[in-house]
C-alpha cells in the first residue's frame, strides 16, 4: 500500500496529532527522538571537553609567579586519534546491526546499544586519567555498542510506520540527532567551565541511563506485541503495512575548528548548525510526505530531490566558505550548509524503507559501514592538514568536504530508487511458497496417521 491509499485510513483515535502520548505508535517517535538525542550527545561530548581537558590553566603561585599547565598535554595528532576513536568499534557493528535486530527485536538492541554507551560514558573520566589508551578504548567500545542504532531503528519503522507518515516519523525521531549535538556542545562547554569537564560525562551519561529504563519499559517489538495499543490503531498499521496479526515470519535478506573563541562561545557556535538542520529536519519530513501524498513527486523523485538538492547547496556553501574564510561569513555558510541536511535525510536516510521494509535494517547497516570511514578518518586528515592552524590549511578541507558533497550529489541523483525492488518481493514471495508448502505437507502427513488410525 503506498503513501496516497493509506493517508486514507484512519486509526480510529479521535485526538489530534499534537497529543502524541494517545497513539502508541507517537510514543515510540517521542522516545527514539530522546534516543538518538542520546545517541549524539553521547558522542559529540568529547569534542568539547577535550578543550577544557587540554586547555592551558594559569595557576598563580604563592610567591606571585604565574605559570601555565595542562590537565592532558596531548597534541594535535593524539587528539585527532581520540576523537575518532568511537568509530573503531562503530564500524563493525552497522551491519551486525541489522541481522540482530530482525532476529531479537529492533526495540532491545537500540535498547541496549544507547544504555550500554551512556554506561561506558559515566567512566569515561576514570579511562582518561588512566592514560589515552584507556580512553581511547572506552571510546571504542562506546562506538561498538552505539553502531547497532541505525540499522535497529530502520527496523523498527518497518514495524510502526505506515507509509503515509514514514518520513515524518522517520525524520522526528532523527532530529534528536541534531537536538542531542546541539545540547551537548553548549551544556558540555557551561558544565567544564563551570563544575569541571568530568561533569560533561556524569551528567549524559546518567541522563542516557534514565531514558534507557524508559525506553526498554514502554517500546514494544511491533503492534502485535503491544499490549496497550488501542484494537483500532493496531489494525491501521498493519493494514497499511499489508500485514496480519499473524506471527512475524523470519526476514530474508537478498544480499572540529578553533577560531580564538573561548570555551563557552566555541561549544555554542560549533552547536549552532546542528540547531538550524535539527529546526528544519522535521519540515522538510513533512514536506516529503506531503509531496508523495498530493501526488507532486513519486517516491524516486521525492529521494531523489530532496538529497541531491540538498547536496549541491552544501557543496556551494562549503566553497563559499572556504574563499572567504572569516569567522562570521564562513560559521554562517557552514550553518547553511549543514541546515539543508534536513532536506537530504528525506532521501538517503529513509530510502532503505522504501527499497525493502523488511531488509531496511541491514541495508542501513551496509551503507552505513561505509560512512562510518568518514568519522574515522576526518579527525585525522584535518588534524594532519591543520597542524599549523593557517587558512590555506583550513581551506583544504573545506574543498574536501565540497568534493565529497558533490561526488554524492552525482552519485545519488542517477542511482537512486524510491521503489520496492524485485529481489524483496522476491525473498517475500519464496517465504510464503515455503510456508505454504510446510503447511501442505502438515496437513497430509496429519491424515496419513488418521487413516492408519482407523
Known amino acids: 500500500m503506498d503513501a496516497t491509499e493509506s493517508s486514507k485510513l484512519s486509526d480510529g483515535i479521535d485526538a489530534p496529532m499534537w497529543m502524541f502520548w494517545r497513539r502508541r505508535r507517537y510514543v515510540l517517535v517521542f522516545l527514539a527522538f530522546f534516543g538518538f538525542f542520546n545517541v549524539y550527545s553521547l558522542r559529540v561530548n568529547l569534542s ?145 567551565d563551570t563544575l569541571g569537564w568530568e561533569w560533561v560525562f556524569y551528567i549524559l551519561g546518567a541522563f542516557g541511563c534514565v531514558w534507557f529504563v524508559a525506553w526498554m519499559l514502554i517500546v514494544k517489538k511491533s503492534p502485535e506485541t503491544d499490549p496497550y495499543i488501542t484494537t483500532k490503531e493496531k489494525e491501521f498499521i498493519l493494514a497499511t503495512l499489508q500485514r496480519s496479526a499473524a506471527p512475524v515470519e523470519k526476514v530474508q535478506h537478498p544480499w572540529r575548528d578553533t577560531m580564538n573563541f573561548d570555551l563557552q562561545a566555541a561549544g555554542f557556535l560549533s552547536a549552532l548548525p546542528y540547531l538550524v538542520m535539527g529546526l528544519l529536519l522535521s519540515v522538510a519530513g513533512y514536506l516529503a510526505d506531503l509531496c508523495q501524498i498530493r501526488r507532486w513527486l513519486t517516491t524516486t523523485q521525492v529521494r531523489r530531490y530532496f538529497n541531491c538538492g540538498a547536496f549541491l547547496v552544501q557543496t556551494i556553501f562549503m566553497l563559499v566558505g572556504a574563499l572567504i574564510l572569516r569567522p562570521g561569513p564562513t560559521l554562517a555558510c557552514i550553518t547553511i550548509a549543514v541546515g539543508c541536511g534536513a532536506f537530504a535525510w528525506c532521501g538517503f536516510a529513509v530510502n532503505h524503507l522504501d527499497l525493502s521494509p523488511k531488509s531496511a535494517g541491514v541495508l542501513m547497516g551496509i551503507s552505513n559501514t561505509f560512512s562510518t570511514i568518514a568519522g574515522i578518518l576526518t579527525p585525522i586528515v584535518s588534524g594532519q592538514l591543520t597542524a599549523s592552524g593557517s587558512e590555506n590549511e583550513w581551506r583544504t578541507v573545506f574543498y574536501i568536504a565540497a568534493g565529497i558533497y558533490l561526488i554524492g550529489c552525482v552519485t545519488y541523483w542517477f542511482g537512486v530508487s524510491g521503489e520496492l525492488q524485485p529481489w524483496s518481493i522476491e525473498a517475500q514471495e519464496r517465504g510464503r511458497t515455503q510456508r505454504k508448502g510446510d503447511e501442505r505437507n502438515g496437513y497430509a502427513n496429519e491424515g496419513l496417521v488418521l487413516d492408519q488410525k482407523s
Open 48 to 192: 568539547v571537553a577535550i578543550v577544557a581537558m587540554t586547555e592551558n590553566r594559569t595557576i598563580e603561585h604563592p610567591n606571585g609567579t604565574v605559570s601555565y599547565e595542562q590537565e592532558f598535554n596531548w597534541d594535535s595528532t593524539t587528539k585527532g586519534y581520540i576523537l575518532s576513536s568511537f568509530f573503531y568499534g562503530y564500524i563493525f557493528t552497522q551491519l551486525v546491526g541489522g541481522y540482530i535486530s530482525n532476529a531479537l527485536g529492533g526495540n532491545y538492541v537500540f535498547g541496549v546499544g544507547v544504555g550500554v554507551t551512556a554506561a561506558l560514558t559515566l567512566l569515561t573520566p576514570l579511562a582518561a586519567h588512566g592514560g589515552f589508551g584507556w580512553l581511547i578504548a572506552v571510546r571504542a567500545v562506546e562506538g561498538f555498542f552505539e553502531g547497532v542504532t541505525f540499522p535497529c531503528i530502520h527496523a523498527i519503522w518497518s514495524n510502526w510506520a505506515p507509509p503515509s507518515e514514514r518520513s515524518r516519523m522517520a525524520t522526528i525521531a532523527f532530529s534528536g540527532v541534531f537536538t542531542g549535538t546541539v545540547a551537548s556542545m553548549l551544556l558540555s562547554g557551561v558544565l567544564a
